[in-house]
Each structure stands twice: as structure tokens, then as C-alpha cells.
């Protein structure tokens, strides 16, 4: 059975649709709650003061002293809400009242029971017996204005839309809080990641600035993943392409190199025919020497194996590869900042100073005039630490993770096997080599990394 998925933002509106529709059944049951305790408080009173209006009446209606009624009743009109007061004999005849036109009219209609109260369009009426024994019983009947009651609930009801009128202010803000640090984040993950084609390289993932912090780090963790799939990637590409060049070593050593060797030669049996200087003859020799020195680096890199392993101080290497890249520093008005400490290995001292060389000439070329290329040595743990770092502009992500692909390269007029080269030649003694920015705003830091000599 296929499961419903409902997507995330339908959720929402449903959850606001329900909390809506809570909020106004919580609206409806406060505002009948509140009703129906005000009129029960107005119903309590009335019944009380009728009551005691009955019970002091008893006593002047048994003796006949009924002028002292009409005092009575009037006191009970100084009560609050009270809008008039009357007593009545058991044929239902006015014997005292607020209104002094009603005094000795009857009042017709049914007995009403006794306890009585009822609500009218003008306010609550309520009734209590008098028992005279050897009399009638009469009743003591209390009006009770409805328009203070009615003010009352209006007020009630203010009260009550400023809190509902609070809370719904307070879920729409937490709504678009949550629509703004949380689903547009989101979504614009999501078609960040929907957009990505692996040939395109990769790049960052974008997210607006008001973003959760927990979105961002999700962000984050999946450019990191990203990264780190698009570096194998490039990994197994290299690798592939390490084969092929394996493969087309051999050809090309003998289909470019042993002609080369015949011009060379050529060249030399003419050279006692033709002035030294001639422009021909020096292009011959300069190209041929271009050509075995391309031909060289590719066969030195599809070669497996870069020397015979050996004890060595990697500062040492760092230091004679200082020395040969001194002059390209001069000429770039470069300088070399050392930081150099013990960190013997065992390695090729051959093969690494080249790959340490490589490094060099790299952060060289990537400085401004002025600047310093910084070269700093450590030991940590079972490993000693190479860091070079350079000052110049960095290197995009999108290029970082593919300068170790052979013949893939930044600089005008590069080969692209420098860096491909200086991986795969520590990586041969057990090491490692990557590319990271530096700290700050500028510069790129290389990190080769061997395994220390144990002592």
C-alpha cells in the first residue's frame, strides 16, 4: 500500500486551519461561559435581596402596620441594579410598592412559583413568598435592571477579544517566523540541491540571510558531504586518468622520443654548415628541448615508485627546495618565511623535495609583489605536518577539489601536472596532501602530511 505523503507546507496550513478553528470555539465557549456566570451572579443577588425583602415585610403585614412597608421597599431601591420593589398580598393586590400609582391595583396572571426569576427584555424579575400564618401567603417581587448587567458583559467581552486579538497576533508572528527561518530556507535547499548536475563542479549552497542557524548548519554539514563526494570524485577520475597516461607512457617514449632524438641529431650534424646564430637551427633545438623536458614529466608521472625510501628531515627538503626556488621568488619580489623544525621521515629525498618545490613555486606564483610565502614544520602525534601558505587571491571551491586532477590548472600556460604530481608521490610513502583556505579573508594553505620516523 502506497503511504500519503503530504508535503510540509500543507501540514502548516493545516495546523493553522485547527488552531483557528480552536481559537474561535475557545472564543464561543468563553464568551457563553462568561454570560452565564454574570447572569448566575445577577440571579444569586436578586434571589438574596428578594428574600430578605420578604422576610422583613412578614411582621408589618401580620400586625397591619403597613405604612412601615413602603420604607422598607425604598431602602431596597439604594441597592445597586435595582430598578423597582413591591409587595403583594395572596390575591395578588399591591400592598406596597416603588411606585406609589400600583399601590392597591392587582396584578393578574398566573401564580408563579415560588423561587421565582425570569429574565426580560428590560431586566430579571424575582419573586419570594411571605407566609402569615391565618393569612394568604402574598409574595415580594424585586426588578432588577438588565442595562449595568449588559455593560458588564460588554466589558467582559472587550477583555476577552484583546487576549484572543493578542494570541492571534502572536501566532501569525510565530507563522511567518516560521515561514521565513525555517520553509523558505528550506525550500531554497531543496531547489539548490534539485539544480546541482555534478558536471557543472561544485558550489556553495546559497540560503537567505534570515535563515535558522540550525538551517544554515544543515547547509552547511550538506556542502561539506557535497565537497567531499565531488573530491572522490575527482579522486577516481585522477585515478582513471593515472591509468591511461600508465598505459600511453610507453607509446609515447617511443613514437615522440626517438624521433626527437633523430632531429636532435639532425640538427647537430647541420649545425657545422650554418652560421651558430641562425634563427632556424635555435628554434629546432629550443622546441626539441620543450618537448623532451613535457615528454620527461609525463613519463616521471605515470612511473610507479619514486625512489628508494631513505631517513630523512623533512626541513632539510623544505630548506634545499627553499634554495632552488629562490630565484623565481627574486624575480616575483617574493620572500620565504621558514618555520622549520625537526621532522625526520622516511621517504625519496629526491621525489618529495620536487613535491615540496612544486608547493613553493606555487604559493610564488600566486603572491603579490611584497609578500611572504610562509613554510612551517611540525610533529604531531605519529606524523610530521607540512603547511605552505601563500597571500594571493585563494582559489574558488568549484577548483579547489579538481587541482590534483592531471592536467586540469588555473595558471596561464601550466601543465597541470605539478599538483597531480606531489600527491601522488607522498601519497606513495604514506601521506597526504590537500588544499585548504587559509585563515582570514585571502590566501590558500597547502598541508602535506607523512609519517614520522620512529626513533
Known amino acids: 500500500m502506497r503511504r500519503l505523503s503530504v508535503p510540509l507546507g500543507h501540514k502548516l496550513v493545516l495546523f493553522a486551519l485547527a488552531l483557528l478553528a480552536l481559537l474561535s470555539a475557545q472564543w464561543g465557549a468563553s464568551i457563553a461561559r462568561e454570560r452565564s456566570l454574570l447572569m448566575e451572579e445577577a440571579q444569586e443577588r436578586a434571589a438574596v435581596l428578594v428574600r430578605n425583602m420578604a422576610e422583613l415585610a412578614r411582621e408589618p403585614i401580620a400586625s397591619g402596620r403597613l405604612g412601615s412597608l413602603d420604607r422598607q421597599i425604598r431602602s431596597f431601591l439604594g441597592e445597586r441594579d435595582v430598578s423597582y420593589a413591591r409587595i403583594l398580598d395572596h390575591r395578588s393586590r399591591v400592598l406596597a410598592s416603588s411606585e406609589d400609582r400600583l399601590v392597591g391595583w392587582s396584578i393578574s396572571g398566573p401564580p408563579e412559583p415560588e423561587g421565582f426569576l425570569r429574565w426580560t427584555d428590560v431586566g430579571l424579575v424575582a419573586r419570594a413568598p411571605i407566609r402569615i400564618p391565618g393569612q394568604g401567603d402574598g409574595y415580594a417581587e424585586l426588578g432588577m435592571d438588565r442595562g449595568p448587567l449588559d455593560a458588564k458583559i460588554r466589558r467582559s467581552l472587550g477583555i476577552l477579544a484583546r487576549f484572543l486579538a493578542a494570541e492571534l497576533a502572536l501566532f501569525l508572528a510565530f507563522m511567518i517566523l516560521l515561514y521565513r527561518q525555517l520553509f523558505e530556507p528550506v525550500r531554497a535547499l531543496v531547489a539548490r540541491l534539485g539544480e546541482a548536475r555534478p558536471e557543472a563542479g561544485y558550489e556553495p549552497i546559497d540560503l537567505p540571510r534570515r535563515a535558522a542557524p540550525e538551517i544554515a548548519r544543515i547547509a552547511r554539514a550538506v556542502d561539506e558531504l557535497r565537497m567531499r563526494a565531488a573530491e572522490y570524485q575527482a579522486e577516481l577520475v585522477a585515478e582513471e586518468r593515472l591509468a591511461t597516461i600508465g598505459r600511453m607512457a610507453a607509446d609515447l617514449a617511443h613514437e615522440i622520443r626517438n624521433p626527437l632524438e633523430a632531429i636532435s641529431g639532425a640538427v647537430e650534424a647541420l649545425a657545422g654548415a650554418v652560421p651558430q646564430d641562425n634563427e632556424f637551427t635555435r628554434v629546432i633545438r629550443e622546441e626539441v628541448r620543450n618537448l623532451n623536458e613535457y615528454l620527461a614529466g609525463i613519463l616521471e608521472f605515470a612511473r610507479k615508485g619514486g625512489g628508494r625510501p631513505e631517513a630523512a628531515d623533512l626541513a632539510d627538503l623544505i ?119 587559509a585563515d582570514g579573508d585571502y590566501g590558500t594553505r597547502a598541508v602535506l602530511r607523512l609519517p614520522a620516523r620512529e626513533d
Open 319 to 437: 630548506r634545499e627546495a627553499a634554495a632552488l626556488a629562490a630565484p623565481r621568488a627574486r624575480e616575483a619580489e617574493v620572500r620565504f618565511d621558514l618555520r622549520l623544525a625537526s621532522s625526520p621521515c622516511v621517504v625519496s629525498r629526491s621525489a618529495v623535495k620536487r613535491a615540496v618545490l612544486n608547493l613553493l613555486l606555487n604559493a610564488v606564483e600566486a603572491s603579490a609583489p611584497g609578500q611572504a610565502v610562509e613554510a612551517a614544520t611540525e610533529r604531531y602525534g605519529d606524523s610530521v605536518i607540512l603547511r605552505v601558505r601563500d597571500r594571493g587571491s585563494g582559489v574558488a571551491p568549484s577548483d579547489r577539489i579538481r587541482l590534483f586532477e592531471p592536467y586540469f590548472t588555473t595558471k596561464p600556460g601550466g601543465t597541470g601536472l605539478g599538483l597531480a604530481l606531489a600527491r601522488q608521490t607522498v601519497e606513495e610513502y604514506g601521506g597526504t596532501l590537500t588544499l585548504e583556505p
